[in-house]
T-cell receptor, first 111, second 115 residues
């Protein structure tokens, strides 16, 4: 089983550039999530989705957008990259009441 | 609202010694509680979970945790540390009712195991 797959694994962006972080899961999970992880800060929820066509903001949504056109995919878009968005991004998915499954992360640097 | 506090951002033990990682939570409804482990350059992996029932929960790699409602705690223990246990550990809480999909994480505890 592939589980949760994130691409790319690493990326360097220039300030002002845009990019999309991809996330796909093959477990037929309803719920999907995007987190960012910064040193000593744990994981902060950016956006989440409870099903195709339904998304909502988490704790730190500014500067990001998401869409959920299918159950499997939940891409995260950065429109105008800023240095403050340098972080490690994790996608996760689960079913109601079950533990979240995480991808291996995307390490993003903005210079 | 729910929150998680992990006491100690860095814990160092000797190989073979007891591991104790502390986690306290706050939740307005009965919580679901989780411990995740993160090895370098990897995602988070579920170590163990408490939902209902037995308050002493056993997980992978010899770890266990006890849910103590009166102390609002869910501390993680392992009787004898191994070098391979060196990683970062995250405690997380989720509401058991209503909008129960949001997981709130603590800031993490980095465990170092010395030979």
């Amino acid at each position: 089983n592939a589980g949760v797959t994130q691409t790319p694994k690493f990326r360097i962006l220039k300030i002002g550039q845009s990019m999309t972080l991809q996330c796909a899961q093959d477990m037929n999970h309803n719920y999907m999530y995007w987190y960012r992880q910064d040193p000593g800060m744990g994981l902060k929820l950016i956006y989440y989705s409870v099903g195709a066509g339904i998304t909502d903001k988490g704790e730190v949504p500014n500067g990001y957008n998401v869409s959920r056109s299918t159950t499997e995919d939940f891409p995260l878009r950065l429109e105008l990259a800023a240095p403050s968005q340098t972080s490690v991004y994790f996608c996760a998915s689960d079913l109601p009441g079950q533990p979240q499954h995480f991808g291996d992360g995307t390490r993003l640097s903005i210079l | 609202a729910q929150s998680v506090t992990q006491l100690g951002s860095h814990v160092s033990v000797s190989e073979g010694a007891l591991v104790l990682l502390r986690c306290n939570y706050s939740s307005s409804v009965p919580p679901y509680l989780f411990w995740y482990v993160q090895y370098p350059n990897q995602g988070l992996q579920l170590l163990l979970k408490y939902t209902t029932g037995a308050t002493l929960v056993k997980g992978i790699n010899g770890f266990e945790a006890e849910f103590k409602k009166s102390e609002t705690s869910f501390h993680l223990t392992k009787p004898s540390a191994h070098m391979s246990d060196a990683a970062e550990y995250f405690c997380a809480v989720r509401s058991s009712g209503g909008s129960n999909y949001k997981l709130t994480f603590g800031k993490g505890t980095l465990l170092t195991v010395n030979p």
